[in-house]
């Protein structure tokens, strides 16, 4: 379990620098569309992908939920 909350926050950090966000506001945005169970769900697989691709993934996951 400690590897998931390893991973959580390294997703946090690189979504912060991708769009010059605070740790405060991604950590409000990822709890506010459910970002956090998105990543420990699909832990697996997502940990096998680079930086870049899981930060768009993440961009898709919470436009989803925008516009639902």
Same mark, same amino acid.
């Given at each position: =379990?400690?590897?998931?909350?390893? !991973? *959580?926050? !390294?997703?946090?950090?690189?979504? *912060?620098?991708?769009?010059? =966000? $605070? @740790?405060?506001?991604?950590?409000? %945005?990822?709890?506010?569309? @459910?970002? =956090? /169970?998105?990543? $420990? $769900?699909?832990? /697996?697989? %997502? &940990?096998?992908? @680079?930086? &870049?691709?899981?930060? #768009?993934?993440? /961009?898709? !996951?919470?436009?989803? &939920? #925008?516009?639902?």
């Amino acid at each position: =379990m400690p590897e998931v909350v390893k !991973f *959580k926050a !390294f997703c946090l950090e690189r979504y *912060k620098y991708a769009h010059n =966000m $605070s @740790g405060r506001e991604v950590f409000n %945005l990822f709890l506010k569309y @459910g970002v =956090m /169970d998105y990543l $420990s $769900s699909f832990y /697996d697989v %997502l &940990r096998t992908f @680079g930086d &870049r691709y899981i930060v #768009q993934d993440i /961009d898709e !996951f919470i436009a989803e &939920r #925008q516009t639902a």
